[in-house]
């Protein structure tokens, strides 16, 4: 006996998949942008001006150039340095709160690991670290920026040490005292140096991410 086997029903197609919608808005919010280059001014002032703060009493066996310094003298030094001191402090502050309550800082810069670190510097070197959206820091940005706001609040705390050593002898005396203090804190700068350095370099490399601190996009 022979059995009829029916056709099998044609398969639908399977539904086409959802491209999740493009990102729209700037890629860097405007609040971020005011925020970084009034951090550029200050840490320019703070630096220049430090230098030649440094120069009226050196920790090493070198000056800076005068060329480079900012004040003229050292009462017009530290008036810039005050100044420029204020605005970091005032301006960090509202970066780090904007960053905070926005959810950005979770967004951009974590996860972190030193292993992630480790793989996307091994790729810079060989030229091979992705940057398809500005959106998103590899790992090695993630670090940079991280070290640039501790940075930053170890300069503003040793400076205050440095400022006000009696009014504020518990912070000198943490800091090793006011020379610790000042030790501390040229160490910091000259690591701000460096993050600015790199940050420069790396800004050559990628141009695209000077238009998009410029104008967003």
């Not at 005292?177 to 700068?189: E, I, K, N, P, Y």
Request: hydrophobic residues 55%; charged residues 10%; proline residues 8%.
């Amino acid at each position: 006996m022979s059995t009829l086997t029916k056709p099998m029903p044609p398969v639908p197609p399977a539904p086409p998949v959802k491209q999740p919608p493009a990102r729209s808005g700037p890629v860097q919010p405007g609040w971020l942008r005011v925020t970084h280059w009034l951090n550029v001014l200050a840490v320019l002032a703070m630096v220049t001006s430090g230098w030649r703060i440094y120069n009226a009493s050196p920790i090493f066996g070198f000056r800076f150039p005068n060329e480079i310094t900012l004040g003229g003298w050292l009462g017009g030094a530290l008036r810039w340095h005050f100044a420029a001191m204020w605005l970091l402090a005032a301006n960090g502050l509202v970066y780090v709160l904007f960053n905070l309550t926005s959810g950005r800082l979770a967004r951009r810069f974590f996860p972190l690991t030193w292993r992630g670190v480790w793989r996307d510097v091994c790729a810079a070197l060989r030229g091979r670290l992705a940057h398809d959206d500005p959106r998103q820091y590899n790992q090695v940005q993630r670090a940079a920026y991280l070290f640039a706001v501790l940075d930053l609040v170890l300069l503003v705390v040793s400076g205050l040490a440095v400022w006000k050593p009696v009014q504020l002898g518990g912070l000198c005396a943490l800091l090793g005292g006011f020379q610790g203090a000042r030790l501390v804190h040229f160490l910091a700068m000259a690591g701000l140096v460096a993050f600015v350095a790199v940050h420069v370099a790396m800004v050559a490399l990628v141009p695209r991410t000077l238009r998009t601190m410029i104008t967003g996009r």
